[in-house]
């Protein structure tokens, strides 16, 4: 069975500051991983996947993700935070044979600070 | 826009009764996954198809069911609804069913029961 958890349903930064968001994964085979961002009253759009590839991971509007197999992690990060960033963020898990089904973490509030 | 259409946007119904969502997934999409995206239980798979077949299960309840049609649109069906059914229902599709796919999320049916 795959899982996921994400540390810290809440996260306030200032804007301009770093924004580091966790995400943690078990899973008994390798897994692909997805950051989704949910804004107020909207769906979910893709920030970013891993797929076995490069284990740096560059997404949309200066997200990135790192990928690390021992630490069984893949944490979202953003160097200078915007305003426009303030929304929910989940972290994904798939495995990568048989059926795709998307196994969510609980979900992260980002909230952004002037 | 993703390209995923959901319908109705919202719906207030009563206990007792039966609903119908749709979604129409992006063109060219094969597979239709539905999500239920409640406070309590967060975002959980239900179900998905592929090409008119059900490929995947997930925590979906026997009141409830969905199927895809030959022109690749999808329905589910909840009925006997309960208020705990209240939620956001979210459709997503991707080409195919492989866990390297992107899956695309329409923008969700909000449904409350009363």
């Known amino acids: 069975a795959q899982s996921v958890t994400q540390l810290g349903s809440h996260v306030s930064v200032s804007e301009g500051a770093l924004v580091l968001l966790r995400c943690n994964y078990s899973?008994?085979?390798?897994?692909?991983l997805f950051w989704y961002v949910q804004y107020p009253n909207q769906g979910l759009q893709l920030l970013l996947k891993y797929t076995s590839a490069a284990t740096l991971v560059k997404g949309i509007n200066g997200f990135e993700a790192e990928f690390k197999k021992s630490e069984t992690s893949f944490h979202l990060t953003k160097p200078s935070a915007h305003m426009s960033d303030a929304a929910e963020y989940f972290c994904?898990?798939?495995?990568?044979?048989?059926?795709?089904?998307?196994?969510f973490g609980q979900g992260t509030r980002l909230t952004i600070n002037p | 826009d993703s390209g995923v259409t959901q319908t109705p946007k919202h719906l207030i119904t009563a206990t007792g009764q039966r609903v119908t969502l749709r979604c129409s997934p992006r063109s060219g999409d094969l597979s239709v996954y539905w999500y239920q995206q409640s406070l309590d239980q967060g975002l959980q798979f239900l179900i998905q198809?592929?090409?008119?077949?059900?490929?995947a299960k997930g925590n979906i309840l026997e009141r409830f069911s969905a199927q895809q049609f030959p022109d690749l649109h999808s329905e589910l069906n909840l009925s006997s609804l309960e208020l705990g059914d209240s939620a956001l229902y979210f459709c997503?599709?991707?080409?195919?069913?492989?866990?390297?796919?992107?899956?695309?999320f329409g923008e969700g049916s909000w449904l409350t029961v009363v």
């Open positions: 198809y592929y090409n008119g077949e059900e490929r």
């Open positions: 997503a599709s991707s080409v195919g069913v492989g866990g390297r796919n992107t899956i695309y």
């Open positions: 899973s008994s085979v390798p897994p692909y």
């Open positions: 994904a898990v798939s495995a990568i044979q048989g059926a795709q089904k998307l196994v």
